[in-house]
């Protein structure tokens, strides 16, 4: 299996532009996390979907962060206007249903906003 | 704060002697797992310990559990320099997902 899949690895936009990440999980998890890492905040949980089901987005930091699952095997998420202090690592995961034990982690996104 | 905290925030040691990094959290928890992650790269899971477990081994890890105290610890024994790396444990609830701590950084030196 090829692993948790992100895109891009790397992007640097300009402050109020549009960012958006992607994330192919593990063909057959059905659960699926988005990560934020910063040195001043650690790694934060966003958001989580089952089975293409947002269930806990409250760690979203506001409006401007938005995320889909429209089918099992794509999810974005995306910054609209991106600020300066979005700039961070951004992790998709992924994990089964039936345990949400273990999470299988992608490479991340790692995002700059000029 | 976080479920999760690691102690000690970072650890520099030679390449042969063993590590030890600890965890403590807040709340009653299914299962606590400990990840790696290397500079530059997604978190990698290393192990995973039921709340009716006390000690589980994988290799060179030893993990213990108490929850009575609501900690935890990894040991890497025997460590080398590819075992650099930062170290997260993460606390599983019934609410299904897990919450990370701030992690440990470790050095070894070779």
């Known amino acids: 299996d090829a692993g948790v899949i992100q895109s891009p690895r790397h992007e640097v936009t300009e402050m109020g532009q549009e960012v958006t990440l992607r994330c192919k999980p593990i063909?057959?998890?059905?659960?699926l996390f988005w990560y934020r890492q910063t040195m001043m905040r650690g790694l934060e949980l966003l958001i989580y979907f089952n089975n293409n089901v947002p269930i806990d987005d409250s760690g979203m930091p506001e409006d401007r962060f938005s995320a889909k699952m429209p089918n099992a095997s794509f999810s974005t998420l995306k910054i609209q206007p991106s600020e300066p202090r979005d700039s961070a690592v951004y992790f998709c995961a992924s994990s089964t249903t039936a345990t949400q034990e273990t999470q299988y982690f992608g490479p991340g996104t790692r995002l700059l906003v000029l | 704060s976080q479920q999760g905290e690691e102690d000690p925030q970072a650890l520099s040691i030679q390449e042969g002697e063993n590590a030890t990094m600890n965890c403590s959290y807040k709340t009653s928890i299914n299962n606590l797992q400990w990840y790696r992650q290397n500079s530059g790269r997604g978190l990698v899971h290393l192990i995973l310990?039921?709340?009716?477990?006390r000690e589980k081994h994988s290799g060179r890890l030893r993990v213990t559990l108490d929850t009575s105290k609501k900690s935890s610890s990894l040991l890497i024994t025997a460590s080398r320099a590819a075992d650099t790396a930062s170290y997260f444990c993460a606390t599983n609830t019934n609410a299904g997902k897990s919450t990370f701590g701030d992690g440990t950084t470790l050095t070894v030196k070779p």
């Open positions: 063909s057959g998890h059905n659960s």
């Open positions: 310990i039921r709340s009716n477990e």
